[in-house]
């Protein structure tokens, strides 16, 4: 079975999938060793970590694509991709399929975006006319070689108001999208008449962002409305950014990391997660 297969399985059952947002090998490999069973590449994250940049369009397809390539190297999960908006029209978001199946894509997520797209809890977003995603979406699926599963996004609520959301989810789900993702709801009644109206249709996706519009709910409650995925795209990258900033500040202050060095891996404790005795050994075989 393919990571695609299993996944498009996994999502036909009732029990919610977990995917906490990676932006690299290393929080890939740390997330797979905490027994996670699929993984979500954050666009945000990618313009955060490697730009230090706000998610507002600034990332390029190569980017995102060596980040997966780089991924699918080192870990053998299911890997959902933020694909923004494909980076284009209907051929761009072609090529953005083929691109992202080669680096290792399980899934990607399009987005009814238009450019240049910017985080979906973020006011002044815009969205290109229905017609337009459906063709995207038909494009994506008619692209794919590997079975890999099509995400498809409507950032409508804040701009046309809830019930078109609803509306182009469901055009884009006759379009063949694999998996509904109606970005921001306001409430848990919103998000309640999200899985009354779309849920048995196909799998649909919960954004969990600390801060943004939608209400913060576990992954239980969640299952319970009827959703059947739900991702912590940015979680990491917050939670990198304030101990990075906590390191910096006792660098300065103390000249030394000795306050900190209870709260992270040494030398040696850092090469165990990474794996650095096994490729020794690997190596050895070939000496």
Known sequence: MTLAEGLRRRLAEPRIVLAP???DALS?????????EALYLSGASVAYTRLGRPDIGLTMMTEVADTVANIRDRVDLPLIVDADTGWGNALNVQRCMRVFERAGATAIQLEDQASPKRCGHLKGKAVIPKAEMVGKVKAALDARQAGTLVIARTDAIAVEGFEAALDRAHA???AGADVLFVEAPKSLEQMRTITARLGPKVPLLANMVEGGDTPI???GDLEALGFRLVIFPGALARVVATAARELYDIIRRDGSTAAMQGRMHDLMGLNAVIGLDAMLETGKRYE
Not at 28 to 36: D, K, S
């Open 172 to 174: 884009y789900a006759e």
């Open 217 to 219: 709910s576990n992954a």
């Open 28 to 36: 890939a490999l740390i997330a797979q060793q905490a027994g996670h």
């Open 21 to 23: 947002g990676v932006y």
